[in-house]
């Protein structure tokens, strides 16, 4: 009576299995990523549903009737979240000889804000950025006409102050370049007291002929949140796909086993590699 042998395809088996067996670390990995991508995906939902409420909120805001700024006492409480762009009211006197010129590019082309102090009865004063002027009547002798030296009552858009400069550059005061709207800079290079904290953009009914043009405020608030929530959520549903196909994907392949009869003919040819089945040989 024969001895039957089995012999298993031991090294292929090994490999196969290694293959599809990621690493530990591999694995916490992915794990981490996707829970990652997750979180991600969530932040820019909820990032989306503030940015949808601060529009509205600034469209309420904006085309609001005008109410007087508010008063000096309540200066310090002033935040860009409670009070920027509320559409307010001011009566005053110009101080046009300590006006400051601002770089600006508006849809009427390059050229500068004209930032005019304003002195209120109680001897408090408002920066009003008046609006804009070209370069060829930067000089304050060309639009004379439209510089009033009366009281004026002047109605727009309450702006936060913009301290340091603009994109790259900053203010300049000791040469007279300004970038940004910084209050706290101009006052001091103009030697203005009990300013407030914030300016006011004039709105087209304030403008005066010959003067700056008014009403150029550009409100716009990018919202592209939507897009980058279903990019991190895309890119985690790749990743669990991968993930699917590591572990998961042997269990839909068929296993194939070889079994010979001892003696056969094609016994001794021995099949290895990660498909080889049980192998029956004589002794």
Do not use: C
Not at 83 to 98: A, I
């Amino acid at each position: 009576m024969s001895e039957h042998r089995t012999v298993t395809g031991k090294a292929g088996g090994t490999r196969g299995k290694a293959a599809r067996s990621p690493s530990l670390w591999l694995t916490v990995l992915s794990l981490t990523a996707i829970a990652l991508l997750i979180a991600l995906g969530v932040w820019q939902i909820e990032r989306r549903a503030w940015k949808l409420a601060l529009i509205d909120r600034v469209e309420h805001r904006v085309h609001a009737p005008a109410v007087p700024i508010p008063s000096a006492a309540s200066w310090p409480t002033i935040t860009a979240a409670n009070d920027e762009y509320r559409h307010v009211s001011v009566t005053g006197r110009f101080l046009h000889d300590r006006e400051t010129l601002v770089q600006a590019v508006t849809e009427e082309g390059p050229g500068y804000w004209v930032l005019t102090p304003l002195l209120r009865s109680d001897g408090t004063q408002v920066l009003i950025n008046r609006g804009f002027v070209p370069s060829e009547r930067r000089d304050a002798s060309t639009r004379r006409n439209g510089n009033p030296n009366g009281q004026v009552e002047i109605t727009g858009l309450l702006r936060m102050t913009e301290p340091k400069g603009g994109f790259l550059r900053n203010n300049v005061p000791q040469h007279n370049r300004w970038y940004s709207r910084d209050v706290a800079a101009i006052a001091a290079a103009r030697g203005l007291h009990e300013v407030a904290p914030f300016f006011v953009d004039a709105d087209a009914g304030s403008q005066i002929a010959g003067g700056p043009i008014g009403g150029l405020t550009v409100i716009r608030f990018p919202n592209n949140h939507l897009i980058y929530a279903l990019t991190w959520f895309a890119l985690a549903f790749m990743l669990v796909g991968r993930l699917f196909v590591t572990f998961g994907g042997g269990l839909f392949r068929r296993k194939r086993f070889v079994h010979e009869p001892a003696g056969g003919s094609d016994a001794a040819a021995r099949r290895t590699g990660s498909d080889a089945g049980t192998i029956v040989e004589p002794t």
